[in-house]
């Protein structure tokens, strides 16, 4: 059994816990930049992600989650491959990730290790008894560095054109652009199933207008609920407001060992 609260001062955070690896989180194969160089509407390239700070083992954690919410997305860089401990190259399809918490109903970590002992971390809580990674509080920073096997954003298309509206002005002029941006994000999945807020979308979909949102400062939602979390990990750095707030809280953490 592991303790409830994993905790680590301000710094970054290696999700190695009892699994001895560092960890992160989503990838996807295009970004925005593209579709948004193509409108016009960059008006300068994105910053790029903030450094690693070591070389992260070659065998990531897989992070499964049936229902999670992200806290404050403040950013998304696609494309974000990484020079591994063992000189290898990650995917190309990583995604860089920041927030300020990430909410994670039934978590289960597992250390990816072919032909080893299969060592899982759980929490098998939701709701209150969630995992949550980073606080809420306005100074915590998460970041991630993953490739999703499958990553899905719930949220209506009428919530992020409300908000493409109420900050027309940034776009000088390309309002237009931008809500086509939406509609072509939105529209293959008008017919789809509904997620606890509207459809829940694969992330990739989502890419092109997120990434012109945040490059033009709009903010999203505060909260993004996620369905079908489910991660390649390769980095997680986490800081938080103080020695009172932990980085990680598994309120029904256990550490389970299977052979190989």
């Not at 700070?53 to 070659?58: A, E, N, Q, S, T």
Request: proline share 12%; with cysteine.
């Amino acid at each position: 059994m592991i303790p409830g609260n994993v905790r680590q001062r301000r710094g970054p955070l290696r999700i190695l816990l009892v699994l001895t690896v560092a960890a992160l989180l989503s990838g996807t194969a295009y970004g925005p930049a593209r579709i948004a160089d193509a409108l016009g509407l960059h008006r300068m390239p994105p910053p790029p992600p903030e450094s690693v700070g070591f070389l992260p083992d070659p065998r990531p954690i897989e992070i499964i989650s049936p229902t999670a919410r992200v806290i404050g997305l403040s950013k998304v860089v696609p494309n974000q491959a990484l020079r591994l401990a063992d000189g290898s190259m990650s995917p190309p399809d990583m995604l860089y990730l920041r927030a300020k918490a990430i909410e994670l109903d039934k978590l289960s970590i597992t250390q990816l290790r072919p032909g080893q002992s299969k060592f899982s971390l759980n929490n098998k809580g939701s709701g209150d008894q969630a995992a949550l990674v980073g606080s809420p509080s306005p100074d915590s920073v998460v970041e991630i560095w993953v490739r999703p096997v499958s990553l899905k954003l719930c949220v209506t298309a009428q919530t992020l054109k409300t908000i493409i509206v109420n900050y027309a002005g940034v776009f000088g002029g390309r309002l237009d652009q931008v809500l086509q941006l939406l509609a072509d994000a939105f529209t293959p999945f008008a017919n789809g199933p509904l997620g606890p807020v509207g459809p829940c979308l694969p992330i990739q979909s989502l890419l092109p207008l997120i990434g012109v949102l945040i490059d033009y400062g709009v903010p999203l939602p505060a909260v993004l609920p996620v369905a079908g979390l489910d991660l390649n990990v390769y980095v997680l750095k986490v800081a938080t407001s103080g020695p009172q707030t932990p980085s990680i809280v598994l309120p029904l953490g256990q550490l389970e060992v299977a052979p190989a």
